[in-house]
């Protein structure tokens, strides 16, 4: 905890100097937004360099077109307008954390009072040769982009044994191997490909039947116990690891790989190097402080939470806590006043698993299909950044309802 306890007040609140926040993803945009709440919150710079908030797991929607991109993608400076938060389109390189400076891409070097890294994670190819370069992503407007081009020109072409491959049955490879199961209309084979021996590992068991089941009716192949070993312009290299398979290897002709497996972080370089886990995230205590900081604070996938007794999940719910903590925190640092401490609140699992399809379970609550679909899109409705953008997306969707 800080040092002598002082009372908030505009004035040293002020003299803490600004709260500057890198990365406006779901930490830090929505730190951001709950601190502009606070009554006497401090200046707030958010350092992001693209144009828009993408809300990921309404990603899949995207895809299909059961959404727009307005909805789930709106542009940061209207977002941000009239809220009390500056927003710097610009990409954060270095932290000194000696001198309390940060130096941006673009060139700019900025001070900062309290710092709030929440730069999020990439996709992970654990060297896999070819993956980088040869398979797709699934976390951008431009990997949607993308997909829906190719997915257009294997309708087009409608060859035979056309086949498109998705990498890792965690939550995004299932969900959206689910999404292109109905959107290949049977111009190409889906198959699923996953090292463990079962999708979902760390799923509700009831999310993992649904899913297994909506992948089934999808004519969706699941291959278990098979690692990627090469990804190739036209082709992956497998190794099948099960008891009978014995170790055998395989070759896949493809036309698209979706690499969804496993999430790696490369946070600015801070000076001098911070405490970091074996993939990259920064060692924090349980108020969300960086290991040895008072001034620094991360949060979302990239937080690894040193204390805790089981490593919290990469997901929005997490980091969506987190911000609401993050923000009061901020201001009890600014003041001198005792922290509060990081607790996680599991309020279950939603998945999309297909057009207009999904499952969720929730305070004892399980329920999967189209109602499950649309409850889905009603709480994360709830969890859009800004009460305005919210309503601008309700007033669409009612606009669009056909009873
Ligand atoms: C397709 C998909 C679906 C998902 N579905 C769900 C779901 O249904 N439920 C759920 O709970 N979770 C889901 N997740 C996980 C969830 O989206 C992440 O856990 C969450 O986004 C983490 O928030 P974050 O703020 O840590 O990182 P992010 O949301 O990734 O944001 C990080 C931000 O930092 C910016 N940034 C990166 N480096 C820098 C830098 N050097 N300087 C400045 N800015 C930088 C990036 O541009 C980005 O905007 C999904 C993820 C994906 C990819």
Redesign the pocket.
């Given at each position: 905890m800080e040092g002598d306890p002082q009372p908030a007040t505009p004035a040293n609140t002020r003299q803490g100097g600004s709260v500057v926040i890198?990365?406006?993803?779901?930490?830090?945009l929505y730190t951001a937004l709950a601190l502009a709440q606070q009554r006497h919150h401090p200046p707030i710079l958010l350092?992001?360099?693209?144009n828009r908030?993408?809300f990921?797991?309404l990603?899949?929607e995207l895809l299909s077109g059961e959404l727009r991109r307005w909805e789930i993608a709106p542009c940061y400076d209207s977002l941000l307008a009239g809220k009390g938060v500056a927003w710097l389109q610009?990409?954060?390189?270095r932290i000194d954390t000696a001198t309390h400076q940060l130096h941006t891409r673009g060139g700019r070097s900025l001070g900062y009072g309290r710092l709030v890294i929440?730069?999020?994670?990439e996709a992970n190819h654990f060297g896999v040769p070819g993956a980088a370069i040869h398979s797709a992503g699934?976390?951008s407007l431009d990997d949607v982009e993308r997909l829906q081009h190719l997915l257009a020109e294997l309708k087009r072409e409608r060859r035979p044994l056309q086949r498109l491959a998705v990498v890792g049955a965690g939550?995004?490879g299932v969900?959206l191997a689910c999404k292109l199961g109905d959107l290949v209309e049977g111009a190409a084979v889906v198959e699923l490909i996953e090292q463990g021996p079962t999708l979902l590992p760390h799923s509700h068991a009831f999310c993992r039947e649904q899913a297994s089941q909506a992948l089934r009716r999808r004519d969706v192949r699941l291959r278990t116990h098979t690692a990627v070993t090469a990804v190739e312009a036209d082709r992956l290299r497998l190794a099948l690891r099960s008891p009978e398979a014995g170790g055998s290897e395989e070759v896949l002709p493809v036309n698209g790989v979706l690499w969804t497996a496993g999430l790696g972080f490369r946070?600015?370089a801070l000076h001098p190097a911070p405490p970091q886990d074996g993939l990259g995230r920064l060692r924090c205590g349980p108020d969300l402080r960086l290991e040895g900081h008072d001034d620094i604070f991360v949060?979302?996938?990239?937080a690894h939470l040193s204390e805790a007794e089981d490593p919290l999940p990469?997901?929005?719910?997490?980091?969506f806590q987190q911000a609401t903590l993050l923000a009061a925190n901020l201001v009890h640092s600014l003041a001198g006043e005792p922290l509060e401490l990081f607790q996680w609140n599991d309020l279950g699992e939603?998945?999309s698993l297909g057009v207009g399809d999904a499952c969720l379970t929730a305070s004892g609550l399980t329920l999967a299909g189209p109602a499950a679909f649309q409850l889905r899109r009603i709480a994360y409705l709830t969890r859009l950044p800004g009460l305005s953008h919210s309503l601008r997306v309700a007033a669409g969707w009612l606009a669009d309802w056909r009873p």
């Amino acid at each position: 905890m800080e040092g002598d306890p002082q009372p908030a007040t505009p004035a040293n609140t002020r003299q803490g100097g600004s709260v500057v926040i890198v990365g406006g993803g779901f930490a830090g945009l929505y730190t951001a937004l709950a601190l502009a709440q606070q009554r006497h919150h401090p200046p707030i710079l958010l350092i992001e360099p693209q144009n828009r908030f993408l809300f990921l797991p309404l990603l899949y929607e995207l895809l299909s077109g059961e959404l727009r991109r307005w909805e789930i993608a709106p542009c940061y400076d209207s977002l941000l307008a009239g809220k009390g938060v500056a927003w710097l389109q610009d990409r954060v390189d270095r932290i000194d954390t000696a001198t309390h400076q940060l130096h941006t891409r673009g060139g700019r070097s900025l001070g900062y009072g309290r710092l709030v890294i929440a730069c999020g994670g990439e996709a992970n190819h654990f060297g896999v040769p070819g993956a980088a370069i040869h398979s797709a992503g699934f976390r951008s407007l431009d990997d949607v982009e993308r997909l829906q081009h190719l997915l257009a020109e294997l309708k087009r072409e409608r060859r035979p044994l056309q086949r498109l491959a998705v990498v890792g049955a965690g939550p995004t490879g299932v969900e959206l191997a689910c999404k292109l199961g109905d959107l290949v209309e049977g111009a190409a084979v889906v198959e699923l490909i996953e090292q463990g021996p079962t999708l979902l590992p760390h799923s509700h068991a009831f999310c993992r039947e649904q899913a297994s089941q909506a992948l089934r009716r999808r004519d969706v192949r699941l291959r278990t116990h098979t690692a990627v070993t090469a990804v190739e312009a036209d082709r992956l290299r497998l190794a099948l690891r099960s008891p009978e398979a014995g170790g055998s290897e395989e070759v896949l002709p493809v036309n698209g790989v979706l690499w969804t497996a496993g999430l790696g972080f490369r946070p600015p370089a801070l000076h001098p190097a911070p405490p970091q886990d074996g993939l990259g995230r920064l060692r924090c205590g349980p108020d969300l402080r960086l290991e040895g900081h008072d001034d620094i604070f991360v949060a979302g996938d990239l937080a690894h939470l040193s204390e805790a007794e089981d490593p919290l999940p990469s997901s929005a719910q997490v980091a969506f806590q987190q911000a609401t903590l993050l923000a009061a925190n901020l201001v009890h640092s600014l003041a001198g006043e005792p922290l509060e401490l990081f607790q996680w609140n599991d309020l279950g699992e939603m998945m999309s698993l297909g057009v207009g399809d999904a499952c969720l379970t929730a305070s004892g609550l399980t329920l999967a299909g189209p109602a499950a679909f649309q409850l889905r899109r009603i709480a994360y409705l709830t969890r859009l950044p800004g009460l305005s953008h919210s309503l601008r997306v309700a007033a669409g969707w009612l606009a669009d309802w056909r009873p």
